[in-house]
């Protein structure tokens, strides 16, 4: 036994030690603590919910394992106390109530032990001190003073655990408090004060385990407060609906149905609003699509089965729309492609055109130096034109140009070159009058 008191003083550092290294580094955070886990095999752990849990079970483990060897502790300086040692179970328990001072086991020792150091016969001493201890538990009950007398009562119950006497009157101020309890409870549950018959009913089960149709009855009332609490969450889902709060209307039907999961009515009010939130997503799908918004569309309606709305006939509205966004994005890219053929297109028409004017021109050019070169020397010159031709002038030297190209395709050559001398006269300008006239001459070497 002194080796097994010895031993489990020993370990009363090395807890706190351990205490002190569960808890997180003062400076570096606790970041370290998740990623070095992977050095277990445990992984990392990233979300503050994960941390938040991993933390907890830590100081569960910790106050398990501090409890589990306190409790050690205890057991020996009892074992002291009653071979009666009380100095030595003293030095034990108030080591423990330096760790825990809520051990209320060992508060009692330590005070027992604290009045009995010293003691010559020690045997006599406790004797001495429970009587006087039970004596004040009855003073007290007289007074009515049931709970002081119960303490006193519990103390030497818990000192002198065969004590039949203390054991007895204990249970009996007990069943009197718990009586007192449950009596309180009724009152309240007549006032509908249910929280408050809750609280007095279970300190009346605390004190009195077996106390008649106490557990059925506290579970009614349970299921009630349940239900007044589903009722007032269940109009306050209904006001935040009435004021168009639709998602926050469905969030309280949850916490409802959390509760009481088999009320109709929640249910009933949670399937219609969901339906009408699915609803509102299909149609602004639909509104989306039309308007070729196509990946909002798809996000609308893959919210809406997020409240219920027909799987498959999302799937089908889902795939109508990527077929359809295809079809466009195709469409687009062709017609792209064809402005860009047309493009080049009219671009070397352009060109083309421009490089057959050129090489009219280039013609025209050449034909007129050749007309002036091989004209005869005799031949009168010709009257000075003027040097600028009316609009008139012009349309008319273009009329008689016309009517040369008329004559000349019938073989009548003299006509042809009347006509265009004219045309020449009325505007020397006209490079296809002079274009005639000079295939004229070269044909027939001048007038006929």
Known sequence: MRARALAVLLALPALAAFARAQEPPKTKGTE?????????KLGTISSDEDKRK???????????IEHKTLQIVYENAFDLYREGKFEDANELTRKILAIDPGFEEAAVLNRATRDLKGSVAPSASKREM??????EGMSLYRQGRLAEASEKWKEVVELS????????WLKRANDAMAVDH??????????????ETLDQWYAALVLNPRFPHLTAAIAKVEAEERQEEANEKLQTALNLYSQGLVLESLKMLDQVLETGP???????LQAEIRAEVANQHVAEGRRLYESRQYDKAIGEWKAATQYGYDPAAADQLIARAKEQKIREADAKKQAAERAKEQAAAAK????????????????????????QSSAPAEAP??????????????????QNYLEGVIAFERGDYQTARNKWLRAKELDPSNSDAVAGLDKIDKLYGGGQ
């Open 161 to 168: 655990p065969s004590n039949l006497k203390a054991r007895y």
């Open 348 to 371: 070397k028409k352009a060109a083309d055109e421009a490089a057959s004017a050129a090489e009219e021109k280039k013609k025209a050019a050449e034909q007129a130096a050749v007309a």
């Open 381 to 398: 010159a010709e009257p000075a034109a003027p040097a600028l031709t009316s609009a008139d002038a012009k349309k008319q030297s273009q």
């Open 54 to 64: 991993y933390i907890y079970t830590i100081q569960l483990e910790k106050a398990r």
């Open 262 to 268: 088999g009320n109709l009515k929640a249910q009933k």
């Open 182 to 195: 449950y009596r309180r409870g009724q009152k309240a549950y007549r006032q509908h004060r249910l929280s």
């Open 130 to 135: 429970l009587a006087d201890r039970f004596e």
């Open 32 to 40: 370290g603590l998740f990623l070095d886990m992977s050095h277990l």
